[in-house]
């Protein structure tokens, strides 16, 4: 099943529909219009159809994913039926998934070896003891088509080909061997990234914020996972038609059940959270000595997912920024006068 | 005004409602009953005046900031009238806020350089440049009273006391002398931290992550800018009633406008978005050479902000850990046979 919203213009200004793609793929069906015509054919009244319906398939797709096999039931059904009143006559594709947490993680070996020797360190050991990543922003999500702003403060914006892993159900303490239960499907993830702020930031250790959070994209769709394979999936990226990446899935030093594993110890994972792989490997411009420019065309492609396909905007006003503060003394102590 | 939000047990299970201290901050008001009531003064009916109070007052408290003055007008009203029908008997107060994202800067120069020094590193230069942050998980925030969960996979559970500033009013690109028109008010931050996985993780440059993200704290109340100054609060933390720390907020080095500021360039501050400060100095274990243990009773006090009571729990179930990788030549390179 391939789900997937889509964005509608309306009195209201645009709306967001959650979509699945038709048993052969070639045709988008509004998923609520299906729930709503079998509650209709249930008996309810209109209005009730309507309620039902709403509350079934909401225009956020984690909050739709939140409703557990109530949701996946309405949208498999509305697939296989894939009817011509539910399909979507000038599909608008938007980010696949509103997130409720975003994770990214670090596991594909070449990429973040040259990560680090572009930071001229030597890969830690920790990259080879669990699997690592930092928190993203899940409120700067961008979708298929969108323009990638580029920020005042960069010179150096960059693309990461990554797949997206999204979680389906909640749960907590996984073991590698149930953890893709928890797993509704993947998509292509692009962490866009600056990389000359994030090299500074990196240096203070709480790794990268300005560098990141401004723009992450996903999409175009979300396969479950009872449609391909979690392992193995050819990703490849291409800028102006021209390829500048190809490779696989098969090289993450940790698996896709194992990153979900990590992250479920001591925490709760919800329907709607995103982990990503991190790059894949030759995923961005760091390792390849080109860098990207505005008007870009950036085509991102994972077996199975689709083409995330987005545009380069151009630089955005001088930021603000702040005023050095001076260095002081490292060694400076505080009088601990109320302990021993 | 001190916005907060009360958990009242319901044929629905446990509900959230949003509430706003009597001028006197001796009773708690439900804002959403207070809007009902005038609603129904307005001729609305029954059911209308619920349903326009519900809109205005939703149990989350960042959805309710993001009905802007709307939202902030009924809750003054609420608190102006302080009526006996909408007090609140038996006060439960959780977390304040349910973040939409959360960004936790370091601000505090004594604090981070023990940090640094406790990580064998020299203060960076970035600390100086602007200021640092990484993101945490907006969904595992708790609130007074609660439990704080003890990671299977540590031995080092610490709390950080900090100032949190939440974002009432969209923004992106402000200048920090308007800045402060973006922050509806400052609450307390207890950014719970497991030590030693932190620092494991924080040597791989992406910052922390099982570190931080099982649990963090706010509350118990917001309390908004019209009524306290930003800058130069005390600041204090007590373990089992002994002072640990005891400080003010006038020693971070970057201000909370500037903070702001930073965090809005090229980005969209969202209502509902919780910037930390950082730890204050002498805010954690980590400068004091005491640890915590399960059953200690952790309580964090800002002027004007109230206290932040909360005992740790008992360490959790031994984790599911991954085994480590060999580590490959940091060397290798990939033949890029489609680039020149």
């Given at each position: 099943?391939?789900?997937?919203?889509?964005?509608?213009?309306?009195?209201?200004?645009?709306?967001?529909?959650?979509?699945?793609?038709?048993?052969?793929?070639?045709?988008?069906?509004?998923?609520?219009?299906?729930?709503?015509?079998?509650?209709?054919?249930?008996?309810?009244?209109?209005?009730?159809?309507?309620?039902?319906?709403?509350?079934?398939?909401?225009?956020?797709?984690?909050?739709?994913?939140?409703?557990?096999?109530?949701?996946?039931?309405?949208?498999?059904?509305?697939?296989?039926?894939?009817?011509?009143?539910?399909?979507?006559?000038?599909?608008?594709?938007?980010?696949?998934?509103?997130?409720?947490?975003?994770?990214?993680?670090?596991?594909?070996?070449?990429?973040?070896?040259?990560?680090?020797?572009?930071?001229?360190?030597?890969?830690?050991?920790?990259?080879?003891?669990?699997?690592?990543?930092?928190?993203?922003?899940?409120?700067?999500?961008?979708?298929?088509?969108?323009?990638?702003?580029?920020?005042?403060?960069?010179?150096?914006?960059?693309?990461?080909?990554?797949?997206?892993?999204?979680?389906?159900?909640?749960?907590?303490?996984?073991?590698?061997?149930?953890?893709?239960?928890?797993?509704?499907?993947?998509?292509?993830?692009?962490?866009?990234?600056?990389?000359?702020?994030?090299?500074?930031?990196?240096?203070?250790?709480?790794?990268?914020?300005?560098?990141?959070?401004?723009?992450?994209?996903?999409?175009?769709?979300?396969?479950?996972?009872?449609?391909?394979?979690?392992?193995?999936?050819?990703?490849?990226?291409?800028?102006?038609?021209?390829?500048?990446?190809?490779?696989?899935?098969?090289?993450?030093?940790?698996?896709?059940?194992?990153?979900?594993?990590?992250?479920?110890?001591?925490?709760?994972?919800?329907?709607?959270?995103?982990?990503?792989?991190?790059?894949?490997?030759?995923?961005?411009?760091?390792?390849?000595?080109?860098?990207?420019?505005?008007?870009?065309?950036?085509?991102?492609?994972?077996?199975?997912?689709?083409?995330?396909?987005?545009?380069?905007?151009?630089?955005?006003?001088?930021?603000?920024?702040?005023?050095?503060?001076?260095?002081?003394?490292?060694?400076r102590t505080r009088q601990l006068h109320f302990l021993?």
């Amino acid at each position: 099943m391939r789900l997937a919203r889509h964005v509608e213009n309306t009195l209201d200004g645009p709306v967001t529909r959650v979509v699945v793609a038709g048993a052969d793929h070639g045709t988008w069906h509004d998923i609520r219009g299906s729930a709503r015509r079998r509650a209709l054919a249930g008996g309810a009244t209109r209005e009730g159809a309507a309620r039902l319906a709403e509350s079934l398939v909401p225009a956020s797709m984690s909050a739709a994913l939140a409703g557990g096999s109530a949701f996946l039931d309405v949208a498999r059904e509305a697939a296989a039926e894939a009817a011509e009143e539910t399909r979507i006559e000038t599909p608008a594709l938007t980010n696949a998934l509103d997130p409720v947490s975003y994770r990214d993680f670090m596991v594909f070996q070449e990429h973040f070896s040259f990560g680090y020797r572009w930071q001229n360190r030597s890969v830690p050991d920790v990259m080879y003891e669990f699997p690592v990543s930092y928190a993203g922003d899940p409120l700067a999500f961008l979708g298929p088509g969108d323009v990638l702003p580029w920020p005042g403060y960069t010179q150096r914006l960059d693309y990461e080909l990554e797949l997206g892993v999204v979680i389906g159900r909640g749960g907590t303490g996984l073991a590698p061997d149930t953890a893709l239960e928890h797993v509704v499907g993947l998509t292509i993830l692009n962490d866009v990234s600056a990389r000359d702020i994030q090299a500074r930031e990196m240096g203070g250790g709480l790794g990268p914020s300005k560098g990141k959070h401004f723009a992450s994209v996903i999409g175009p769709v979300i396969t479950t996972l009872d449609e391909i394979p979690v392992e193995g999936l050819r990703m490849t990226a291409r800028v102006n038609g021209e390829l500048w990446c190809d490779t696989t899935s098969a090289e993450m030093i940790w698996s896709v059940a194992e990153i979900v594993a990590w992250a479920s110890q001591g925490e709760m994972l919800r329907p709607g959270a995103l982990l990503g792989t991190g790059t894949c490997n030759g995923g961005s411009t760091l390792e390849l000595g080109h860098w990207l420019s505005p008007g870009d065309q950036i085509e991102l492609e994972v077996e199975h997912l689709g083409v995330l396909r987005n545009s380069i905007g151009s630089p955005g006003p001088a930021p603000w920024t702040p005023q050095a503060r001076p260095r002081e003394s490292d060694g400076r102590t505080r009088q601990l006068h109320f302990l021993r």
